[in-house]
């Protein structure tokens, strides 16, 4: 009997996009907060000012969310991901030299291109052309990836800042970054029929047909389905609730904790994500996208009444293990949305289709924080921003029920 070969190649391919999402996305945007404030002090201009960095790149790869998906199919995969890596790797070292703030923003144009390529919506189409089965828990484990280095990278570099200047961490982080995505750039493939590979779950002996992922399919079908608007609406309103880890450090000192509890419901989030992002992929592998989503968001949804209770009696400890639980909403902007997005447009709607959502999302993403804020100063506490987000949360969840009988699939069927 011929022992059945594991194909282990697909692994890879996720393995080395998580490397590179995590080295360079990672850094450029969760990580460069540790150097906003020097950076601001340096330039002499305000903190609020120096953030619009992340405006910015948000807004450019809005633009590009579109495109991405077509250059992925038509370029060499390990020729975009190698130029991209260096070019962030080389960002990141030309930061430190910068003396005028509009060299800071004009860098941010140049990341914010370079890392289109690596967000959810390109590494969910790369991860769901090489899986067949385990799609979403391959998703998982790869955003769980960002999730480690980001944990890691985090507390090292504000005492590498402390010992040796944000200068010299700045360049010490490049290196990491340049050590991190470059070499895995060349194991980085669009598609197994492109490197005549077989995606995970294949069955030879059935005889299986490899349906392309790449197969164009009318914008004008896509544009007028049900499921690109469900799912639109879906990923504009996640935008809000997703963005609350960056919002702890600023709820603790409004409830009056000490400032360190702020950092800790952030490293907590950070240690929950690590085995969410894996948990909650296996979960929509094993009983669906749709019944896997309504699950996890009622657990999420219980979070903002484990803050507002934390907020009401002052229990540090209690806001900790809220801000660790909500994380299952921060997952759905990259994990949940993106096995949501394959089950609402199939196949062949899939790349396209994601990536036009992505794009209007990205828009409304960039005012997500200063409309939370807003509502935060407008109430006097974060309670009513807890309950705004509980609300689209269930309307999230009414939506993803009226998405699962309004796929592409059943209102177009082959009629692609």
């Not at 460069?32 to 609020?48: A, D, E």
């Not at 709820?251 to 000490?258: L, N």
């Not at 109430?379 to 609300?391: E, L, Q, W």
Request: aromatic letters at 14%; a positive charge; proline letters at 3%.
């Amino acid at each position: 009997m011929k022992k059945a070969t594991v194909n282990i190649f697909p692994w890879i391919v996720m393995l080395s996009l998580g490397l590179i999402s995590a080295a360079c996305l990672g850094s450029s945007m969760v990580l460069m907060g540790s150097f906003l404030t020097p950076i601001s002090q340096s330039m002499k201009v305000s903190v609020s000012i120096t953030s619009y960095y992340y405006t910015v790149i948000v807004l450019v790869m809005a633009m590009m969310m579109p495109i991405v998906p077509k250059i992925l199919a038509k370029v060499n995969n390990t020729l975009i991901y190698l130029i991209t890596s260096i070019l962030v790797t080389i960002s990141l070292f030309l930061i430190g030299n910068f003396t005028q703030i509009w060299m800071f923003f004009a860098i941010a144009i140049v990341i914010g291109i370079s890392i289109s390529f690596m967000s959810f919506v390109p590494v969910g189409i790369i991860v769901d052309n090489w899986f067949i089965n385990k799609t979403n828990l391959a998703i998982g484990i790869c955003w769980a990836v960002t999730s480690v280095y980001q944990g890691v990278m985090s507390p090292l570099l504000a005492n590498w800042i402390t010992l040796v200047g944000w200068k010299a961490t700045l360049s010490i982080l490049a290196i990491i970054v340049g050590i991190l995505s470059i070499p895995f750039s060349f194991l980085v493939k669009f598609s197994p029929e492109m490197v005549r590979k077989k995606p995970f779950g294949y069955k030879e002996d059935k005889k299986e047909k490899i349906i392309s992922k790449t197969k164009i399919v009318s914008t004008h079908k896509i544009l007028t389905s049900k499921a690109f608007w469900i799912l639109l609406v879906l990923l504009c309103l996640f935008q809000f609730p997703a963005v609350l880890n960056q919002m702890f450090p600023t709820y603790a000192i409004s409830a009056g904790f000490k400032e360190t509890v702020g950092g800790f419901m952030v490293t907590a989030a950070m240690f929950f994500d690590i085995f969410l992002n894996p948990l909650i992929g296996a979960t929509f592998d094993k009983v669906g996208a749709f019944k896997g989503s309504i699950l996890w968001l009622i657990v999420g949804l219980l979070s903002y009444g484990l803050l507002i209770v934390a907020t009401n009696n002052h229990s540090a400890d209690l806001a900790i293990l809220g801000a660790g639980i909500n994380d299952v909403i921060y997952i759905f902007l990259g994990t949940g949305i993106t096995a949501i997005a394959a089950e609402l447009l199939g196949k062949g709607a899939f790349a396209k289709g994601f990536s036009f959502v992505s794009s209007v999302s990205f828009v409304i993403g960039a005012f997500a924080m200063p409309l939370n804020n807003f509502i935060a100063e407008k109430f006097n506490g974060f309670d009513a921003v807890y309950i705004f987000f509980a609300i689209l949360i269930l309307l999230t969840i009414v939506l993803i029920g009226y998405g699962s009988n309004n796929t592409f699939d059943k209102q177009y069927g082959n009629k692609l």
